[in-house]
């Protein structure tokens, strides 16, 4: 199966999409998993605050964050890691806009990935009570993972479009998409966004 792509996925300190303190990557070749990368990332000034009600999703304090390299760094590290593919993340506008708000908060240019969302996808291939990403991972054949741990939460996503690929007989991400009424889309870098600003106590 040609099925080429990255999965992603970001943890936030905090409301701000561009607060990212941690993410997972997966990268997929011709079906299979065949690496892993997560780290920690020092939040941007201005969205550096982390909430309580982010911690206990995730359980990142601000002092696992504080000697991790920041997002301007991070990103040059995310690219050399997802080249040139799509990206595929579960709600994936949410990490999508953690890319683009993350970048227009530190001056970096935002890369124009195309990306697909295997949220979307889900409902349409999949009959389910629930389409959190544990219930849809599940149903692709992954559980039992550490939910909201990047890494973990990158590589359940992988296997959902692998999954119904395989049972859609798709060629590759864009003919998956088509098959399921979806598309790849762009991510637009020069979107016009306003966040809430949390300066670190």
């Known amino acids: 199966m040609p099925l080429d ?3 992603i996925d970001f943890e936030t300190a905090n409301s701000s999409s561009a607060s990212a303190c941690a993410v997972g990557l997966v990268r997929v070749r011709a079906g299979r998993v065949v690496a892993h990368a ?3 990332i020092r ?10 009600v982010n911690i206990g999703i ?4 601000p002092e696992d964050v504080a000697g991790a390299k920041g997002w301007s760094a991070q990103l040059d590290d995310i690219a050399a890691f997802a080249g040139a593919d799509v990206l595929v993340a579960h709600n ?9 708000r993350a970048c227009q ?43 909201h741990e990047a890494t973990a939460d990158a590589e359940a996503c992988a296997h959902i479009v692998i999954d119904t690929a395989r049972r859609a007989g798709a060629e590759d991400l864009d003919d998956l998409a088509r098959r399921h009424g979806l598309a790849v889309k762009v991510l637009d870098p020069a979107a016009d966004v306003r966040e809430p600003v949390f300066t670190a106590a």
């Open 105 to 147: 908060a530190t001056g970096d240019i935002c890369p124009p990935y195309r990306y697909l969302c295997t949220l979307q996808l889900a409902r349409r291939a999949y009959a389910l009570p629930s389409y959190r990403l544990p219930v849809a991972a599940a149903e692709a054949g992954f559980g039992d993972f550490a939910h």
């Open 38 to 40: 997560g780290w920690l």
């Open 43 to 52: 939040p941007p000034a201005g969205h550096d605050r982390f909430f309580d």
């Open 92 to 100: 994936a506008g949410f990490d999508m806009a953690v890319l683009r």
């Open 58 to 61: 995730h359980g990142i304090h």
């Open 5 to 7: 792509f990255t999965a």
